[in-house]
């Protein structure tokens, strides 16, 4: 019988000290920057970013708890102006007070400057979460004054953990028989998130009356009876913006509507939509349409004049745009493939032929010698080497097999052939 009056399991299995947090290391391990600053004492003010159930919010409390502060939270959601100012006054009177506020990236820019002067004078000691990329939802002049700490989502070892400490210390389940036969798919449907797993532990547990045998048949069953339409504070945002995301790339612009239609009615924000079709259109799209990125770029900044609700017709004609767009993968792929050289070969020498020459002494060291200027040869291609000697004729670009870059393959062919040999 599910009581009430009791937390919810998440609740109860949360940490009180950073030797009871699992995962994230490398910040609260021996060597963690955020355990040094608690056993120094010197707790800066910092925004702590990451996926959904991580432990944002306990990494907060547990810091309130060891420097024994003056510990104030806010929701981003529903705090505004006045509410950080009542905050600020109180913490005048206090020493250094802790203000924890979670999804800071929601907070517009007249609520994040409220808090710049408590923050540069100290009054404050500021700890922010975000799911966002802070340096696209928080102000630069607040970012400037804190410290950024990326959060990892939990690995499987991670998980196994939890759900053991889970059905072994909490108080509750202890006092059932549980045993986990099979685990594959609450790591799959929990996605690294820690809260959203001890959800569907609690689930389970609460859907079958004596002892339980947790096979992935009876989590996955369990999870698509009490799966909600849409929870922008974390238990499916990922999960529908992966759908989207997957299916303008699939091409199936009805699956892509519909999973708009799921974030706009979740009152998901309209920026967090309109800047991953922005990411879509040259990751996914690129070059097979270049006027992608431009439709996508638009849309971004049409939405942010509009707001809801006539932003979503703008949502809609910009997804279904990119879904019957062709694809192309090959910017995405030959970028990757360039940074992994360089992190492999690190800073090779520029070629001289291809070195600036400012000055008469770099001209006498040869900068700039034997260099070829393109448009003074046939159909402006000069069949000169521009990478370095280490790793001369590498092929990081790849032509895709849509029409576009089809064309554009051709065209190359034959002023590629004597140069590479293909």
Not at 79 to 93: F, N, T
Not at 302 to 317: D, F, K, T, W
């Amino acid at each position: 019988m599910l009581n009430y009056s009791t937390p919810p399991l998440a609740e109860r299995m949360r940490p009180v000290s950073l030797d009871d947090l699992i995962g994230q290391e490398h910040l609260v391990g021996a060597n963690g920057i955020i355990r040094k600053a608690i056993q120094s004492g010197n707790v800066p003010s910092m925004i702590l970013w990451g996926p959904p159930g991580v432990g944002k919010t306990t990494i907060a409390n547990i810091i309130a708890h060891e420097v024994k502060r003056p510990f104030h939270t806010l929701s981003a959601v529903s705090a505004g102006v006045k509410d950080v100012r009542e905050v600020i006054d109180k913490a005048k009177y206090s020493t250094r007070a802790i203000l924890f506020i979670d999804e800071i990236h929601r907070f517009n820019k007249s609520q994040q400057d409220a808090l710049l002067g408590a923050v540069e004078k100290g009054t404050i000691t500021l700890i922010g979460a975000t799911t966002e990329n802070p340096s696209f939802e928080v102000n630069s002049a607040l970012l400037s004054r804190c410290q950024v700490y990326t959060l990892k989502s939990l690995d499987e070892s991670d998980l196994l953990k939890l759900v053991h400490q889970a059905l072994t210390r909490d108080e509750v389940l202890k006092k059932r028989k549980i045993s986990v036969k099979e685990h594959q798919a609450l790591l799959n449907i929990s996605g690294g998130d820690a809260r959203k797993l001890l959800n569907l532990i609690q689930l389970i547990s609460e859907s079958v009356e004596g002892d339980i045998d947790v096979t992935d048949e009876l989590v996955i069953n369990t999870a698509q009876k009490h799966i909600a339409i849409y929870d922008k504070s974390g238990e499916q945002h990922y999960d529908i913006i992966s759908a989207f995301i997957k299916s303008l790339r699939g091409s199936d612009p009805n699956a892509a509507v519909y999973y708009l239609a799921r974030m706009i009615e979740g009152g998901e924000d309209v920026k967090f939509i309109a800047r991953r079709m922005v990411i879509l259109a040259s990751e996914d799209i690129g070059n097979a349409n270049p006027t992608a990125l431009i439709m996508a770029t638009t849309t971004f900044q049409a939405v942010n004049l509009i707001g809801y609700p006539e932003a979503q017709l703008i949502l809609s004609q910009c997804a279904i745009y990119l879904a019957c767009s062709p694809k192309s993968n090959s910017a995405t792929v030959a970028i990757g493939t360039a940074m992994n050289a360089v992190h492999e070969n690190g800073d090779l020498p520029v070629p001289l032929s291809i070195r600036n020459a400012p000055t008469k002494l770099m001209k006498d060291m040869g900068y700039g010698k034997q260099y070829q200027y393109a448009h003074n040869y046939e159909k402006n291609f000069v069949d000169m080497e521009f990478l370095p000697d280490k790793i001369k004729g590498t092929k990081f670009y790849e032509p895709g097999k849509n029409a576009r870059e089809e064309e554009l393959r051709n065209y190359l062919k034959k002023l590629w052939k004597e140069k590479y040999g293909y």
